[in-house]
């Protein structure tokens, strides 16, 4: 008689053989041939991405973001390759400490390279630019491709003068596709830097605004908010926030040409909404499980 473990042995082995077949391995030269935004990195970080083995990755291995990152137990912030569903694959900088947990940077700007903010046409928008380890835009297209496989929320941190940091979370987060414009949909507002998008004012809101750029007006100003207040945004008539500037940042109530900010990022992360947290065996983390 068999003994019973050969049969589970034999079991698992054609199981995992099974699971590895329908695997997709890609070389590292496919690869960094189908990154979406290869043109935001030089030669050096692209073989430097952190969790890119030298012979390549199975496809269906690869985070889908940088939180499935960091509950994949990588604690290492920087630049790591992310594929979202129905997307092609794309870089982008992580923020895996213990603060944060797994955020994907979107934008940030200090103020302190050479990227400019103020010169990018749409295309320079939808594609991305600048440097990911420093001061970019990641590009409207592949924000779109990232808040639409799941439910998002954003964090816009934005740091004083004084080196105080202050945020405005959303519940939600996405941006719709370039035939719509790239419209920006938020949820609900919590944080410290006071809600300078979702309300309503005398400049209107950017919640809902299509984004604008100098050679593409989608506000709802009689001039073009994005070519005098030079650089691109979820512009209404005009802004109440602004961080695309190559001068002052905005943010309404914190932020103005009288008391700048002299730093900001924009960062999302999957939203609580429709997650089921499941213990995992060390001491406080937790593994959500999205519904779709």
């Known amino acids: 008689m068999t003994p019973h473990w050969v049969i589970y042995l034999g079991f698992f082995l054609s199981w995992t053989l099974v699971r590895c077949q329908a ?38 291995l690869v985070a889908k973001d940088c939180t499935a990152a960091y509950l994949n137990r990588r604690r290492r912030s920087g630049l790591y390759l992310v594929w979202p569903k129905n997307s092609p694959p794309l870089v982008v900088y992580c923020d895996l400490s213990p603060q944060g947990g797994g955020w994907t940077v979107l934008q940030r700007n200090t103020h302190q390279n050479t990227t400019s903010f103020g010169s990018q046409d749409w295309r320079g928008y939808r594609d991305g630019f600048g440097d990911l380890q420093g001061n970019h835009w990641l590009g409207n297209e592949l924000i779109y491709l990232l808040t639409r496989q ?41 944080g410290n830097a006071g809600d300078a998008l979702s309300i309503m004012n005398e400049t209107g809101t950017h919640d809902n605004m299509k984004f604008s750029t100098a050679d593409n007006d989608n506000d709802r100003w009689d001039k073009n ?35 700048p900010c002299v730093a900001t990022s924009i960062l999302i992360k999957p939203g609580r909404k429709n997650c089921s947290p499941i213990p995992l065996p060390g001491p406080g983390e937790y593994y959500p499980i999205h519904s779709s």
């Open 225 to 259: 908010c994005a070519e005098v207040s030079g650089g691109g945004w979820w512009f209404d008539s005009c802004r109440s926030a602004f961080l695309n500037s190559d001068h002052s940042i905005y943010w309404g109530g914190l932020c103005d040409e009288s008391k």
């Open 150 to 190: 799941n439910a998002f929320m954003v964090r816009f941190l934005l740091v004083d003068s004084l080196g105080n940091e202050h945020y405005a979370d959303y519940s939600s987060f996405r941006v719709d596709s370039e035939d719509r414009g790239y419209a920006l949909r938020l949820g609900d507002y919590s």
């Open 23 to 60: 695997l997709t391995f890609v070389s590292r030269g496919e690869l960094f041939g189908q990154i979406a935004n290869r043109q935001q990195l030089e030669s050096e970080q692209l073989r430097g991405l952190l969790n890119v083995p030298y012979m390549g990755v199975y496809r269906e």
